[in-house]
Nanobody
Framework: QVQLVESGGGLVQPGGSLRLACEAS????????MHWYRQAPGKQRELVAS???????NYADSVKGRFTISRDNTKKMVYLQMNGLKSEDTADYYC???????????WGQGTQVTVSS
């Protein structure tokens, strides 16, 4: 059973930083593109950032220039460095793994990020 375990969420003041981490347990990590999603209260889940197995990244317009996604294939980890946090970044953040074949799609349990003074 594949597991994705997020960590690193918490309460931070506007302008602050947090680094989220996601530890994956699948046997072959590099056949998965990795994604961070978020869901704010009362809103739909949205894609924040993506990274493929060779490090090509994509970001939502709302986080470009502030967030950085990265991965360590040897450790089976994916990270989301969040700088310049705003109140509108407050949400539950979820790690997602999707295989390039499209047959596998896994979610973590989420980690809460609250940006407030």
């Amino acid at each position: 059973q594949v597991q994705l375990v997020e960590s690193g969420g918490g309460l931070v003041q506007p302008g602050g930083s947090l680094r989220l981490a996601c530890e994956a347990s699948m046997s072959i990590f590099t056949i998965y593109a990795m994604h961070w999603y978020r869901q704010a209260p009362g809103k739909q889940r949205e894609l924040v950032a993506s990274i493929n197995s060779v490090g090509v990244t994509n970001y939502a317009d709302s986080v470009k220039g502030r967030f950085t996604i990265s991965r360590d294939n040897t450790k089976k980890m994916v990270y989301l460095q969040m700088n310049g946090l705003k109140s509108e970044d407050t949400a539950d953040y979820y790690c997602n793994a999707r295989s390039y074949s499209g047959t596998d799609n896994y979610w973590g349990q989420g980690t809460q990020v609250t940006v407030s003074s």
